[in-house]
């Protein structure tokens, strides 16, 4: 008991740094893409817009890391609860499975290859307009170089 009255803020922070650390593993191994959004998907999803939103600023990314942090968490404890009422068969059930992802068909490549043809129908010579970019910034150049 004495050890305890002793350390028993370094034992406090040991386990708060623990827990954190094995939600930290848990989420690194989850599968963050799933057609069906299941697992963290929807709190990944959900910081990666309101971090766009942030616009650089450090307290709102903070506090958006924090939040999504506290997301995964409660999607930890959405799969004790349903593991404990009978739900599902394991704890990590919704959070770690085989994610389900779009592949591209056959007629994905032939719509893009339809759409890349209209524009280069469309669109004027791209290598003559870079060229002639090229040959105006060279004019460009050499006039503030005579200025």
């Known amino acids: 008991m004495n050890f305890i009255r002793c350390h028993w803020f370094g034992l406090s ?13 848990l989420v690194l191994a989850a599968p963050h893409q799933d057609e069906q959004k299941r697992g963290f998907v929807p709190c990944t999803e959900k910081m ?7 616009n650089g600023r450090k307290m709102c990314v ?19 609860k349903l593991w404990a009422t009978g739900k599902q068969s394991a704890p990590w ?20 290859e339809e759409s890349l043809a209209e524009y280069y129908e469309s669109s004027p010579d791209i290598g003559a307009e870079m060229d002639e970019l090229y040959e105006l910034n060279q004019q460009l150049e050499k006039t503030q170089d005579e200025k």
């Open 13 to 25: 922070v040991s386990l708060v740094v623990f827990f954190f650390l094995c939600v930290f593993a």
């Open 48 to 54: 990666a817009e309101e971090l766009h939103n942030c």
């Open 62 to 80: 903070l506090e958006r890391i924090v939040d999504n942090t506290f997301c995964n968490i409660g999607v930890i404890g959405e799969g004790i």
């Open 93 to 112: 059930s919704n959070y770690l499975f085989a994610p389900d992802i779009k592949r591209p068909s056959a007629t994905d490549g032939v719509e893009a």
